[in-house]
T-cell receptor, first 115, second 115 residues
Framework: AAGVIQSPRHLIKEKRETATLKCYPIPRHDTVYWYQQGPGQDPQFLISFYEKMQSDKGSIPDRFSAQQFSDYHSELNMSSLELGDSALYFC??????????????FGPGTRLLVL | AQKVTQAQTEISVVEKEDVTLDCVYETRDTTYYLFWYKQPPSGELVFLIRRNSFDEQNEISGRYSWNFQKSTSSFNFTITASQVVDSAVYFCALRGSSNTGKLIFGQGTTLQVKP
């Protein structure tokens, strides 16, 4: 079965640079979530989209923005990168039926290292 | 507020031992969903189970079993006859009905199964 695809899998950036992470949800899934997992921590919700509209927002820095496109893939744009942004970034997707979100399936993650 | 607590930070067992991972949750929602995810050393988050708040039936899947008790707000996970491949970080997560699908994760329990 098709899974969530994330690219790139690994990314190394310098401070103050920008990064773009991409997420391709499972086919027919209409909801995308982004999570950030710092070293030794649990995943923290950043932002979600349903049918290309932002549906919820968590502790996402103002330096970050995201969107979902017409083909349902999503991109997380990160600017003015800081050392503390080094983390594993997960994208998850689910299907929403009758306003209820089904199980979230996670991609393999993008490991971002800011030097 | 919603919260998930996994009090066991690390557990170490010898292969073939049974092990139970504890999960206690807090929510004011009358309808909610509980999940377990496995994060092996490779880093991906693997979905294991989803339980709806209105379904307290316990579940068994091979060597895995889950005990959901609303009276104590617990959703514990037992691995029978543990194997080295079970070594991973296990996360319990909560999703309430009042939000738009984001998961609230516990701190995770690192399970080490020694041969």
């Amino acid at each position: 079965a098709a899974g969530v695809i994330q690219s790139p899998r690994h990314l190394i950036k310098e401070k103050r640079e920008t990064a773009t992470l991409k997420c391709y949800p499972i086919p027919r899934h209409d909801t995308v979530y982004w999570y950030q997992q710092g070293p030794g921590q649990d995943p923290q919700f950043l932002i979600s989209f349903y049918e290309k509209m932002q549906s919820d927002k968590g502790s996402i820095p103002d330096r970050f923005s995201a969107q979902q496109f017409s083909d349902y893939h999503s991109e997380l744009n990160m600017s003015s990168l800081e050392l503390g942004d080094s983390a594993l970034y997960f994208c998850a997707s689910s299907l929403t039926r009758l306003a209820v979100q089904e199980t979230q399936y996670f991609g393999p993650g993008t490991r971002l290292l800011v030097l | 507020a919603q919260k998930v607590t996994q009090a066991q930070t690390e557990i170490s067992v010898v292969e073939k031992e049974d092990v139970t991972l504890d999960c206690v949750y807090e929510t004011r929602d009358t309808t909610y969903y509980l999940f377990w995810y496995k994060q092996p050393p490779s880093g991906e988050l693997v979905f294991l189970i989803r339980r709806n708040s209105f379904d307290e039936q316990n579940e068994i899947s091979g060597r895995y079993s889950w005990n959901f008790q609303k009276s104590t707000s617990s959703f514990n996970f037992t691995i029978t006859a543990s194997q080295v491949v079970d070594s991973a970080v296990y996360f319990c997560a909560l999703r309430g009905s009042s939000n738009t699908g984001k998961l609230i994760f516990g701190q995770g329990t690192t399970l080490q199964v020694k041969p």
